[in-house]
């Protein structure tokens, strides 16, 4: 009888043990969730701050924008009026609120303009200064630039997302598609469509080669909830993680060789 025992509790830890390696295998998949939705909580905000130079005086000037954040805007330096000649910087700051995103976010959004995005071809440098979504610190430098009509190019340079006493990194570059949304001012009337082409290190060390495409965000919701995207490692091992078919639930499935799982985008 105790040899019995000694035997089914073996085969319990044998057991556990391999769903704990299952489920760190597919960590990258979960991590480069997290990544993604953090761009996406912080690229249409600012799309839709410097979407034209009226849009950006109206918000220095009242120094918010109550339709659309909790932020604080503030004026750097540069010339507002011929900007051609020299780029406008501005700061977004956030104190530990929740946007209209649902987000709780808190630090600085360090914007550098290059004319606005009612220009073809015009650029935004966003550097994300002691900033945290959701209390995970997020950083690095986001390089926006207007492609033409409602579509926008983001190159993320050395991104990083601490969680507790680990990190996850993203490189890449974002190809985004903004709609208009019924109301021109409202910015949570849009969708975003984003497809991806990058590099991720999970919070593990896993190195992996990542393609995102068909990733859909109706920034009324609060998580990507369409699309799916390829997470390939060294050794050439793919996961598979669906966002969904457009229902917002916050709930993703990664699936790996025989392994799938549900969990959470946002956590």
């Given at each position: 009888?105790?040899?019995?025992?000694?035997?089914?509790s073996?085969i319990?830890?044998?057991a556990?043990?391999?769903?704990?390696?299952?489920?760190?295998?597919?960590?990258?998949?979960?991590?480069?969730?997290?990544?993604?939705?953090?761009?996406?909580?912080v690229?249409?905000?600012?799309?839709?701050?410097?979407?034209?130079?009226?849009?950006?005086l109206?918000r220095?000037?009242?120094?918010?924008?109550?339709?659309n954040?909790c932020?604080?805007?503030?004026?750097?330096?540069?010339?507002?009026?011929?900007?051609?000649?020299?780029?406008?910087?501005?700061?977004i700051l956030?104190?530990?609120?929740?946007?209209?995103?649902?987000?709780l976010k808190?630090?600085?959004l360090?914007?550098n303009i290059?004319?606005?995005?009612?220009?073809?071809?015009?650029?935004?440098?966003v550097?994300?200064?002691?900033?945290?979504?959701?209390?995970n610190?997020?950083?690095?430098?986001?390089?926006?630039?207007?492609?033409?009509?409602?579509?926008?190019?983001?190159?993320?340079?050395?991104?990083?997302?601490?969680?507790?006493?680990?990190?996850i990194?993203y490189?890449g570059?974002i190809?985004?598609?903004?709609?208009?949304?019924g109301?021109?001012?409202?910015?949570?009337?849009?969708?975003?469509e984003?497809?991806?082409?990058?590099?991720?290190?999970d919070?593990?060390?896993?190195v992996?080669?990542?393609?995102?495409?068909?990733l859909?965000?109706?920034?009324?919701?609060?998580?990507?909830?369409e699309?799916?995207?390829?997470?390939?490692?060294?050794?050439?091992?793919s996961?598979?993680?669906?966002?969904?078919?457009g229902?917002?639930?916050?709930?993703?499935?990664?699936?790996?060789?025989?392994?799938?799982?549900?969990?959470?985008?946002?956590?």
């Open positions: 009888m105790k040899e019995l025992s000694l035997i089914l073996f319990i830890l044998l556990t043990g391999c769903t704990k390696s299952e489920e760190k295998s597919s960590q990258g998949a979960k991590d480069y969730a997290i990544v993604m939705s953090n761009i996406a909580d690229a249409p905000l600012v799309v839709h701050t410097i979407q034209s130079q009226s849009y950006v109206g220095i000037r009242n120094n918010s924008d109550t339709l954040s932020a604080n805007y503030q004026y750097i330096s540069g010339d507002t009026v011929d900007i051609e000649n020299g780029n406008v910087n501005l700061e956030f104190s530990q609120c929740v946007d209209f995103d649902g987000a808190n630090g600085s360090l914007l290059s004319n606005y995005f009612d220009v073809d071809s015009a650029t935004c440098s550097i994300l200064s002691d900033f945290s979504i959701n209390n610190i997020f950083s690095g430098t986001l390089n926006l630039k207007r492609k033409g009509s409602n579509q926008f190019e983001i190159v993320a340079n050395n991104v990083n997302v601490v969680i507790g006493t680990r990190q990194s490189e570059s190809l985004c598609t903004m709609g208009t949304g109301d021109a001012m409202l910015l949570y009337d849009n969708l975003l984003i497809e991806e082409e990058g590099e991720l290190v919070r593990f060390g896993a992996f080669q990542t393609i995102g495409t068909g859909v965000r109706d920034l009324s919701c609060n998580w990507i909830s699309g799916l995207s390829e997470l390939e490692d060294v050794e050439g091992d996961q598979i993680l669906n966002f969904g078919n229902f917002c639930d916050n709930v993703a499935t990664v699936t790996l060789a025989e392994f799938e799982a549900n969990f959470a985008i946002a956590q």
